[in-house]
């Protein structure tokens, strides 16, 4: 490897690590109080020190977002063919759709949190509020994209509706649709926090609001750290999906 | 039995602002089977409107249409359509492209591929059946609609400026290709083109369009051997007619 390549692959790290330090220096030598801001080896000690309790509580929240986000998607799919497909449908259901897209969904938390009890469930359902509309309004415009050419073609050859939607409408989809659900799987993360926000006994975000409560600012922002690695890692996962089903430029 | 009459054929679309557009007609006409078809004339005058109705892809707004001597109400594999823009899909390999009909039709599998590796040797893309079709050039991709179309063994062919889109060199090339396809496999053909020497070139007869509402305002046979060649066009006949189709398009002569 060359100079240039060895400093180009070098760069990024270092700056990162850099600016670690600059914190752990800065928080240190100002003496900020631990319940403001905890150095980068205080958060390191207690995310060590309650590994156990971030696993467990991570796993909670993990479930809820995927759940919510599978159930959003065995909901939104059937109502965006629905939409696409059916001029009634899509007279009658797109514009309270795009009404109630405009609903700001976290502020139904409390709502739905009275409505569903103190269970799971509360959580799941304002995961599938949030992850729904994206993936929706994404995939009735993927089915909208199809290029009238393409269907010309596919009624020349006197392909059945049902051939025309497996051969053309969902392959042609695909690329929406999974920019819709990268776009729901990080509403899905905050969604499932906000729900454990409103009430809980687990999750990374009643985590966070105890250690917050009770002063424990480095458990807090260890709780944070694993809310982040997770929306990364869903996010990730998705792409990886999403590059094994579209291997084509439109 | 002719392959395709047409009787006062007309088309009428109501534009966006609820207006009438008188797109076609009347037009009457007549295809004999295996004869060549070429059609010019003036820009959105109505040709492609003329194509989408022949194929059943749009209702004619009055007048009949008899395909095989049958009322013509809907598209049916028998013709197939090459369109100017070649409509490959993006997610499907040049291979699984050329046997989409044969998956919508439910064709026999192993023969269908037998056809269509045939079809794509014919049309040199035998190195590129497992590429995407964004790895093609333009003219490949135009060739690999060609088996494509072709491949359900369609009894007529519509193509609606198949080589509009490519540069004159490769144009040329593809016309000539075609035509020599078709000495080979011998069908019906509807060809669309601005191109009025490739019109010449590949047809038995050529029909020259009026302004819109496009009428049928010349009908010259096209008395030239085949094989057609690149020196076809220096024989005296051609020229002729090229300069006949001129003057009807454009209303005056033209030294060239
Ligand atoms: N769906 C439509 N709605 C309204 N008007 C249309 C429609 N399709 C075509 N037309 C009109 O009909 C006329 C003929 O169109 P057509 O596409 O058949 O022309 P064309 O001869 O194929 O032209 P070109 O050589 O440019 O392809 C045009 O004036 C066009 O504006
Ligand atoms: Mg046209």
Request: glycine share 6%; with cysteine.
């Amino acid at each position: 490897m060359t100079f240039p390549a060895i400093a180009n692959r070098v760069v990024t790290p270092l700056v990162y690590i850099a600016a670690l330090v600059g914190w752990e220096v800065l928080v240190r030598t100002l003496k900020i109080p631990l319940w403001m801001l905890p150095a980068p080896t205080t958060i390191a000690a207690a995310a060590m020190q309650w590994a156990p309790e971030l696993l467990s509580h991570s796993i909670v929240t993990t479930r809820e977002t995927i759940l919510g986000f599978l159930l959003a998607l065995a909901l939104s799919l059937p109502l965006a063919c629905l939409i696409a497909f059916s001029a009634w449908g899509r007279k009658l259901l797109y514009p309270a759709i795009l009404a109630l897209q405009s609903v700001p969904k976290v502020a139904l938390a409390p709502l739905v949190t009275l409505w569903f009890g103190f269970t799971e469930w509360p959580k799941i359902v304002i995961v599938v509020l949030v992850c729904f509309f994206p993936v929706l309004v994404n995939v009735v415009a993927g089915f909208e994209s199809v290029p009238k050419s393409m269907l010309d073609l596919m009624r020349s050859l006197g392909a059945s509706q049902r051939a025309i939607l497996w051969r053309l409408r969902v392959p042609a989809a695909l690329p929406a649709f999974f920019t819709g659900c990268k776009v729901a799987i990080t509403f899905a993360v905050i969604g499932a926090v906000i729900g454990e926000f409103v009430a809980a006994q687990e999750g990374l975000g009643y985590l966070i609001l105890m250690s917050t409560s009770q002063s424990q600012t480095p458990l807090a922002f260890a709780a944070i750290i694993a809310l982040t690695i997770i929306s990364i890692l869903l996010f990730y996962a998705l792409e990886f999906l999403e590059r094994k089903a579209v291997t084509w430029t439109p | 039995m002719p392959v395709l009459s047409l009787k006062g054929v007309t088309k009428v679309f109501d534009d966006n602002r609820g207006q009438r557009v008188d797109a076609l007609g009347p037009i009457d006409l007549v295809i004999d089977n295996g004869s060549f078809v070429s059609v010019v004339g003036p820009s959105g005058c109505g040709k492609s409107t003329l194509l989408r109705l022949i194929a059943g892809l749009d209702p004619a707004t009055s007048g009949t249409m008899l395909r095989y001597g049958t009322p013509l109400e809907s598209p049916t594999y028998e013709v197939g359509i090459i369109f100017q823009d070649h409509v490959l899909f993006p997610w499907l390999t040049v291979l699984q492209n050329v046997l989409l009909p044969a998956d919508i039709l439910s064709l026999p599998k192993q023969a269908s591929e037998k056809r269509a590796q045939y079809l794509l040797e014919l049309t040199g893309l035998k190195d590129f059946v497992h590429h995407k079709p964004q790895m093609l050039s333009g003219g490949m991709k135009q060739r690999a609609a060609f088996c494509r179309a072709m491949l359900a063994n369609p009894r007529f062919l519509l193509l609606d400026e198949p080589f509009g889109a490519l540069d004159a060199l490769t144009r040329e090339e593809l016309s000539l290709e075609l035509s020599r396809l078709w000495d080979e496999l011998g069908r019906t053909a509807f060809l669309i083109t601005h191109d009025i020497e490739e019109a010449i070139l590949l047809g038995d007869r050529i029909l020259v369009m009026s302004h819109r509402p496009g009428r049928i305002v010349a009908d010259i046979p096209i008395k030239l051997p085949r094989p057609r060649t690149m020196r076809t066009s220096q024989d005296p006949v051609f020229q002729e007619i090229k300069q006949q189709v001129r003057q009807l398009i454009f209303g005056r002569q033209d030294v060239s």
